[in-house]
């Protein structure tokens, strides 16, 4: 018998456990603080077998080896953020993949302060380093790092294995409960979500939570104003219809801008600036900006002697109180331009250019007297045919 020859077996169990757990990087475990996403019973996501990790609005693509938390909410982008062990740092980072609304930082030495934004709007941003205790903010949900260099998990971020945040796209009809949005009870939503994934249509699913947001929106500005209005009564009173033009009347009651005897803002041609009466005020006591004065038109008269058109005619031989137009004489006298202008007649309705008032007809008649008239004219063609 010759020992060579034997069957190795399997390897030993206990040595591939070690394997698998023991890694270049200490475990990330990230602690669901608060979330209005996912389910209430999802506390905990275990990275400690992933050197990276996503968080986006989508699924991760089919075949992908990187987990991905999925945060499906508006305020998270389809790839919003990514944490990785940095080899040459040899400490986890986060960085913002140039997300909309931003990734957001607290540091877990200093609670008192505020959250750094790591990146502008639709700017990535360079790595940020991930300590203990750290506090990652993504839309509406809050993490809790907890990196342990001794590997060895604490009491808080201790996994059973039934409270775990989802890293892969769980198949559909199993029956588990996903990373979906959270029930009415858990997340303060009117609609009820179901903790299983459904095959729905897309476009539906987005409608709902387009009013969820907007419903948990009026909410919390409900309660921060205190307001104990209905929310039908909010509605009506925050779609009230306001007419924009009557106010801008009432605030400039004068011609419009460019017309004689009215100040432009573009230029510095003359007009009278008048102070709004009481009653204009009060209208426009209104949470807008009010003008100091109100503009209105200036009376007709002289031209000044600096003005343009003035000297141009003064050029041309015009002389002040002589008309306009051709003159019978070649020396500007006796001539048949008008000083005083020629005065409008005005037409009866419908009436064109040129029409005298002679020739204009009837006035015309009301809808009444039209529909007497004709019954009268039928009246009297049935009795003149009668007579016949």
């Given amino acids: 018998h010759d020992p060579a020859y034997e069957w190795p077996g399997d390897s030993d169990v206990s040595g591939v456990s070690e394997r698998t757990t023991s890694t270049a990087w200490p475990p990330l475990r990230l602690l669901v603080l608060k979330s209005s996403i996912l389910h209430k019973h999802l506390r905990v996501a275990v990275l400690d077998a992933y050197g990276e990790a996503q968080f986006g609005r989508d699924h991760a693509p089919v075949g992908s080896a990187v987990p991905r938390i999925r945060l499906k909410e508006m305020e998270v982008s389809k790839l919003h953020a990514t944490a990785y062990w940095d080899k040459e740092r040899r400490e986890w980072a986060v960085v913002d993949m140039g997300s909309k609304h931003g990734t957001f930082l607290q540091s877990g030495r200093q609670l008192d302060t505020e959250p750094v934004r790591l990146s502008p709007p639709r700017v990535a941003s360079i790595p940020r380093p991930l300590c ?5 903010i993504i839309g509406s949900t809050t993490f809790l790092c907890h990196i342990h260099e001794d590997r060895t998990p604490c009491v808080e971020c201790m996994s059973n294995g039934q409270g775990d945040v989802p890293l892969f796209t769980v198949p559909k009809g199993n029956g588990h409960i996903t990373g979906g949005k959270r029930s009415s009870e858990s997340a303060g939503l009117e609609q009820q979500q179901t903790m299983i994934v459904e095959r729905r249509d897309p476009k539906k699913a987005l409608t709902t939570l387009k009013r969820a947001l907007l419903s948990r929106h009026h909410s919390a500005h409900e309660l921060a104003s ?4 209905p929310p039908s009564d909010m509605r009506s009173t925050a779609t009230t219809y306001v007419d924009r033009s009557a106010r801008r009347r009432a605030m400039y009651p004068g011609s419009q801008y460019d017309s004689p005897g009215v100040q432009s803002p573009r230029g510095n041609s003359p007009g009278i600036l008048n102070k709004p009466t009481p009653e204009l005020a009060q209208q426009l006591s209104a ?3 009010i003008p100091s004065c109100v503009e209105v038109p200036r009376r007709p008269g002289p031209l000044s002697e600096s003005n343009i058109g003035r000297q141009l005619l003064l050029k041309q031989g ?7 137009g051709s003159s019978a004489g070649g020396d500007g006298e006796n001539g048949s331009g008008l000083v005083v202008p020629l005065e409008v007649t005005p037409l009866p309705p419908r009436a064109g250019l040129g029409m005298s008032p002679d020739k204009t007809g009837p006035p015309p008649q009301s809808f009444h007297q039209w529909r007497e008239d004709g019954k009268e004219r039928r009246w009297e063609s049935v009795r003149a045919t009668a007579n016949d």
Wanted: no cysteine; glycine share 10%; aromatic share 6%.
């Fill in 132 to 136: 203990h205790l750290d506090r990652l």
């Fill in 226 to 229: 205190g307001s104990s209005l």
């Fill in 287 to 289: 949470p807008h900006s």
């Fill in 318 to 324: 015009w002389q002040p109180g002589q008309a306009l």
